[in-house]
């Protein structure tokens, strides 16, 4: 069975951000280039959720989604649900 997702407000908005900064940045074709890349790999993680590193200090996982971005996540393997918590641009983590 796959996990499903839940998208906390944070991840969504900055899911959303990201969209708009590369929309700005390059075009709408990038724009789509990067939701199949995300969807791509959320599929991936619905199957397997521990395909992400494992982060001891803020006991999240961190899938990299591209050599710009990261996509934080946490998941519970009872309730078979992964809670997306941010996409990141590596560029913004400071």
């Given amino acids: ?7 906390d407000s944070t991840a969504l908005q ?5 969209i708009e900064f590369i929309f700005l940045k390059w075009n709408y074709k990038e724009v ?6 995300v969807d791509t790999n959320l599929k991936l993680l619905s199957k397997n959720p521990e395909i992400g ?11 990299v989604i591209s050599k710009q971005t990261s996509l934080y996540y946490s998941f519970d393997a009872t309730t078979k649900i ?8 590596h560029s913004k983590k400071s």
């Fill in 1 to 7: 069975m796959n996990y499903s997702f839940n998208w």
């Fill in 82 to 89: 992964i809670e997306l918590h941010v996409i990141l641009e």
């Fill in 14 to 18: 900055t899911y959303l951000d990201e």
């Fill in 32 to 37: 789509e280039k990067f939701k199949i890349l």
């Fill in 53 to 63: 590193a494992y982060n001891k200090i803020s006991e999240v996982y961190i899938l």
